[in-house]
């Protein structure tokens, strides 16, 4: 190792050459190494510069939250043995289209830096980057050792920067591609994986489109022996599924195909034979196009099953309700509102372990009304479900009393992110704002790390949530608050807050300046729609240099409106590569 | 030419002078698809405006003509405020008491609606040109031609239930609660980003609509094919897959189930075991009585009695579902006896 050449001690007195000797780096750095929490490793770093470094020479992971925070350069200056990077690019709300497109947080540079001073780069873990075919196949030929791809929200790519990777990536363990903006042409890229390649332990392509080459695919499952996650697109059938299930007796997770077939009552005993031989699947998914008729195939393996995804998957309460008598081990559950209450009733009254509830609603723009889940739904599920700590719940309408009653039946929550799909409305049956439900759940929960806030809402919402929210890192909040005092609270009152997102609300410039020292001590903060001056985005980004200060304008609005912000704190100075849209004040 | 006496206007109405106008652009229609949306539009927004004086109709949701117009603002908020002394099991954006008079308008001016399309669709089933014929025969492969007017005739139809046909579907979500104080720019009928909804969520949900409006293109046996269904005095619609059944029993049972908590007058939601027995069998009777008729509206815009033709014919043609009253159906058997000969 290199150390004792890098090292450059100043010299110390007697007393403190002692101290060091007894400890050497060496054993600092195998006793650090041992640390894998990101949290920890800051903490550690912290201590004294002889930490300090040896913190930096043993970590061989990196999470950049923001990949603006920070630079290539510096990354790999003070790091120099990463072998896994998890990066994250956009401000989430691109998700939501809120964000120009060409708005950066493209891979490639980092690539490029990577490829000279981590070229044992072993996994790569990116979120809302931008990246391109050719940074995939730059990636595909630079990194001998690179083992794992997860791509999630990422956009810019075809499936023939997936082929380069197929093709050239010799170590490949993981290869997870999850809703991106992907083109997908052709199915071909599957092929790509040479004959001799049987590293492969996970892979999803549940998300892309295009046909495969499933005599390809069966192939390769049958000669991947420590294939462990198999989640396929809706072109695999199901007597396809069937003859993979087969090869891969080890499974843990499943997606499946299309479960949808003509078919015969022979093949559906099959269907269940194949299921039965996976022992070992705990996570399923997939289900796209699930005819009630061939669920109950799947019954048996529904035992051992601890989580199971049917967000995309619009099943009815009754199927759905049946199903789910044979899931009593559950802890993680994504439906789809399709189910209505009557099916949550069911998680409730099967699903005893349930942690986490996520449910999607099926016709989110659909001008008519369609029923969905109501809160009814919701409080069934927390008397049934004590241990509920994480709920995304998408749903038409919901009372304050709900609300309280969910969470005095699940005190625990850390993530509580409701979105009452109507901007703006009250409590359906007594026509008051939802001040209540939160203040309830803030006054509740402890824990809460992560809060999506929905429906009509005064400044009160927020003067609860800056007094009791004490370990709150993310808060969402969309057409609610009444004056800059909601957002104030917030800022003042939230110690741990890290992420702050606002869109359509009607705080101002008094508001965002009110948090001038706090942004520092946050990874970033959105506004977006709300009443904030470019002006007043000067100033800010006048008084604090290490923060970022970008605006984004929209077309034909006043000049002096900041119609889009998004600041956040950056040891690496403005960017360099915003598009025009995009102003760095 | 028209035999039926204009009695019944399109709001019920023994006098009107804006139906005539309608009907005529309707048969305008007929004869080409040359009858631009234009020329529709603007005598449909006559007959609204009339329709809003009379009647206080509107589009779903929506509340009396006093309200402002943006398309479900008046949803939300204080708005709904007196209309909320009802069960619990109404939803608080859709107050019965409006809703109701919209359905029962609904159906006075579908009915009429229907009978003014007769006028120029049954009639001219008989004595139709050759361009007609060309389009009856080819009923289950639409052209662009026949869009448009199929586009046109529904809008007649369905104005009243939902301006807009299934498959056009835009992000039509209200902007914000005119009674908030909020600073968004002014205020936009459709609001980007909401629901916060991944993309990728929301293109592979619609590309599942796309299938269904695709699905008579031959693609038998993939894909689903989700129809609404709604039932005149329920408060909400439902969806239901074609695909899972393969006759009309399974169908109507189905249906059944759905909707047993709907009898006549009575909105409940809750359904006891007990009840939901009861109220079952009490809604077969009603459907196979008098009482319900069990209605789809086709690829053409039509409103046809579901049962007339086979299964599979059905399930490629049926864009929608209604349990319509009985007394409001009367006209529509003749009439798809007369499609089903044309077909044949």
């Known amino acids: 190792m290199e150390s004792e050449s890098k090292r450059k001690k100043e010299s110390p007195n007697t007393a403190e050459l002692a101290v060091t000797a007894s400890f050497p780096d060496e054993v600092l750095e195998i006793v650090l190494s041992l640390l894998t929490s990101h949290r920890d490793r800051s903490s550690v770093s912290l201590v004294c510069k002889d930490w300090y470094h040896a913190e930096r020479w043993s970590r061989t992971q990196v999470f950049i939250g923001n990949c603006y925070s920070v630079s290539p350069e510096i990354l790999t200056r003070r790091f120099p043995n990463i072998r896994s990077v998890t990066l994250k690019g956009k401000p989430r709300f691109s998700d939501f289209n809120l964000v120009p497109p060409n708005w950066g947080a493209d891979i490639h540079a980092w690539l490029v830096a990577f490829a000279a001073k981590y070229p044992f780069l072993e996994e790569l873990r990116l979120k809302r ?21 997860s791509l999630l929200s990422c956009d810019g790519f075809s499936t023939d920067g997936l082929a380069a990777i197929a093709t050239h990536c010799k170590n490949l363990t993981e290869l997870d591609i999850q809703e991106n903006g992907i083109e997908d042409s052709s199915g071909s890229w599957l092929s790509c994986f040479p004959e001799s390649f049987t590293s492969l332990e996970v892979l999803n392509f549940a998300n892309l489109t295009s046909e495969v080459n499933t005599d390809a695919l069966e192939r390769l499952v049958s000669r991947c022996k420590s294939l462990k996650v198999l989640k396929v697109n809706k072109s695999i059938s199901l007597e396809q599924l069937q003859r993979l299930l087969f090869r891969a007796p080890q499974l843990e997770e499943l997606g499946t195909g299309s479960f949808l077939q003509d078919l015969t009552a022979r093949p559906y005993a099959d269907l269940e034979s194949a299921f039965n031989n996976c022992k070992n699947i705990h996570t399923l998914s997939g289900l796209w196009e699930a005819v009630p008729l061939y669920l109950p195939a799947l019954y048996n393996s529904c035992a051992n099953l601890t989580f199971l995804n049917l967000s995309y998957t619009a099943l009815q309460s009754g199927e759905f309700a049946k199903l789910v008598v044979h899931c009593p081990r559950l802890r993680r559950l994504w439906v789809l509102d399709t189910v209505e209450d009557k099916g949550l009733e069911a998680v409730g009254s099967n699903c005893p372990l349930l942690e986490e509830l996520r449910v999607f609603p099926a016709d989110p723009f659909d001008e008519e009304i369609i029923h969905g889940v109501t809160e009814e739904g919701f409080v069934a599920v927390s008397f049934g479900c004590r241990r509920l700590h994480y709920v995304l719940y998408f749903c038409w309408q919901m009372t304050n009393a709900a609300v309280a009653t969910i969470v005095q039946n699940c005190p625990n929550f850390t993530h509580f992110r409701l979105c009452i799909m109507t901007p703006g409305l009250p409590d359906y049956l007594t026509n008051e704002p939802m001040d209540e439900a939160f203040g309830a759940v803030v006054k509740t929960c402890s824990k809460l790390q992560r809060l999506s806030v929905s429906g009509l809402l005064t400044d009160l919402t927020f003067e609860y949530i800056g007094k009791y929210a004490k370990n709150l890192e993310t808060l969402s909040v969309a057409f609610a608050g009444r004056s800059d005092r909601g957002m104030q609270c917030v800022l003042e009152g939230c110690p741990k807050l890290r992420k702050l997102e606002i869109r359509d609300c009607p705080f101002g410039n008094e508001a965002l300046l009110s948090g001038l020292e706090k942004y520092e001590s946050m990874r970033s903060l959105w506004m977006s729609a709300c009443n904030v001056t470019m002006n007043a985005c000067r100033r800010l980004a006048k008084q604090m240099p290490r923060l970022n200060v970008e605006v984004m304008k929209e077309d034909g609005s006043d000049d002096s409106q900041a119609d889009k912000v998004y600041i956040y704190r950056t040891v690496a100075g403005p960017r360099r590569d915003a598009p025009p849209s995009v102003l760095t004040l | 030419m028209s035999t039926t006496p204009l009695e019944h206007d399109y709001i ?58 943006s398309h479900g603002l008046s949803l939300f908020g204080k708005d709904i405020e007196n209309n909320n002394s009802n069960s619990n099991n109404t939803n608080g954006y859709a107050a019965p008491s409006p809703l109701k008079s919209l359905v029962s308008g609904a159906k006075r001016g579908f009915s009429d609606a229907l009978d003014g399309a007769s006028r120029n669709w049954g009639l001219s089933i008989n004595g139709k040109p050759d361009a007609e014929l060309g389009k009856g025969a080819v009923l289950y492969s639409p052209r662009g031609g026949l869009d448009d007017k199929c586009k046109i005739v529904k809008e007649v139809d369905v104005l009243p239930l939902s301006p807009k046909p299934v498959q056009e579907k835009k992000n039509q979500v209200p902007a914000l609660n005119e009674n908030e104080p909020t600073s968004a720019p002014a205020a936009k009928a459709q609001v980007v980003g909401w629901p916060p909804i991944r993309s990728f969520r929301k293109n592979t949900m619609a590309s599942n609509l796309v299938k269904n409006n695709d699905a008579a293109e031959g693609k038998s046996g993939s894909g689903c094919l989700y129809v609404k269904v709604s039932m005149d005095g329920a408060p909400y619609l439902r969806k239901v897959d074609l695909k899972i059944y393969s006759n009309y029993m399974e169908l109507s049972s189905a249906l059944e189930k759905m909707f047993s908590c709907f009898t006549i007058g009575q909105c409940d939601s809750h359904g006891l075991p007990g009840q939901d027995g009861l109220s079952e069998s009490r809604l077969m009777d009603l459907l196979h009585g008098s009482e319900y008729v069990l209605t789809y509206e086709d690829r053409d815009g039509d409103w046809m009695l579901v049962g007339d033709v086979p299964w599979d014919m059905f399930t490629e043609t049926c864009r929608r579902l209604r349990i319509m009253k009985g007394s409001e159906a009367i006209g529509l058997a003749p009439r798809a006896m007369e499609k089903c000969k044309n077909r044949t």
């Open chain 1, 129 to 149: 980057m931008a990246v391109s075919d050719e940074s995939l196949e730059f990636l595909a030929s630079n990194f001998p050792n690179f083992k794992l791809l």
């Open chain 2, 12 to 69: 019920g109405l023994s006098e009107s002078s804006s139906v005539p106008r309608s009907s005529d652009k309707l048969s305008y229609s007929s004869s080409s698809s040359s009858c631009t949306e234009e020329n529709y539009t603007s005598s449909n927004k006559a007959c609204l405006n009339f329709k809003e004086t009379e009647l206080r109709l509107g589009l779903p949701g929506s509340q009396s003509p006093g309200r402002k117009p």
